[in-house]
């Protein structure tokens, strides 16, 4: 299983950017891929989920993204996307998607044990 992402760059506060984690060698749908991100000195921190391969399926956002981040999928181009829109200096960081061999968990989705699958990370800097 493969996953790397794409998309980062540097944006000014209240733009926004597509993130994408392009997936490969995950045979069955209703596995849960999720987007961290990590800013430095912080611990990493899960932002959203989705059931991969499966579209208008249950999705998970975290606090300090709902209402702004989105996580739609291309099944045809193996791809999950972060959207992220009206950013803030402290969306600042490394952000990462990762797939796990379940399906998602309302309780597990944000802790990293729960994933067994991890992109390089792209990274995303607002000022």
């Known amino acids: 299983v493969q996953l790397v992402e794409s998309g980062g760059g540097s944006v000014r506060a209240g733009g926004s950017l597509g993130l994408s984690c392009e997936i490969s060698?995950?045979?069955?749908?209703?596995?849960?891929v999720g987007w961290f991100r990590q800013a430095p000195g912080k611990e990493r921190e899960g932002i959203a989920a989705?059931?991969?391969?499966?579209?208008?399926?249950?999705?998970y956002y975290g606090d300090s993204v709902t209402g702004r981040f989105a996580i739609p999928q291309d099944n045809a181009k193996n791809t999950v996307y972060l959207q992220v829109n009206t950013l803030r200096p402290e969306d600042t960081a490394m952000y990462y998607c990762?797939?796990?061999?379940?399906?998602?968990?309302?309780?597990?989705?944000?802790?990293?044990?729960?994933?067994?699958?991890w992109g390089q990370g792209t990274q995303v800097t607002v000022s």
């Open positions: 990762a797939a796990s061999p379940s399906a998602c968990s309302a309780v597990l989705w944000t802790r990293e044990a729960f994933y067994t699958y």
């Open positions: 060698g995950l045979a069955y749908t209703m596995h849960c």
């Open positions: 989705t059931h991969y391969n499966t579209p208008n399926g249950v999705t």
